[in-house]
Nanobody
């Protein structure tokens, strides 16, 4: 049974950086056609996609408002998914969750939250102005 656990959330000032980690347990991803994604949910708002990566090809996808500032990466030797976040803005605040779905990330499929089969509990990011 797969399990995901996020860490690295913190309170930072606008313009700061954080690196989030998502440790996965009981999952073999490197040779499988899976998609791992980061989502976030701000208070009172719906969950939205931030970034995703194809586990076999390493191809990354980003939401428009984080492109150029965030970098998603997958370290299979560490069983960990990372999200490097730079130039943080107050609107980046929220609970960040990682998830995994089978199949491709491409053509916007990574945004289909209902297709994700495992989720972590999340880690909180707060960006002050």
């Amino acid at each position: 049974q797969g399990r995901l656990v996020e860490s690295g959330g913190d309170s930072v000032q606008s313009g700061g950086s954080l690196r989030l980690a998502c440790k996965f347990h009981g999952l073999t991803l490197a040779t499988n056609n899976n998609c791992m994604g980061w989502f976030r949910q701000a208070s009172g708002k719906e969950r939205e996609g931030v970034a995703a990566i194809a586990t076999a090809q390493g191809t990354a996808s980003y939401a428009d408002d984080v492109s150029g500032r965030f970098t998603i990466s997958l370290e299979n030797t560490e069983d960990t998914l990372y999200l490097q976040m730079n130039a943080l803005k107050p609107e980046d605040s929220g609970l960040y969750l990682c998830g995994i779905k089978s199949g491709s990330c491409s053509s916007g499929r990574w945004l289909r939250q209902e297709w994700y089969i495992h989720w972590g509990p999340g880690t909180q990011v707060t960006v002050g102005s």
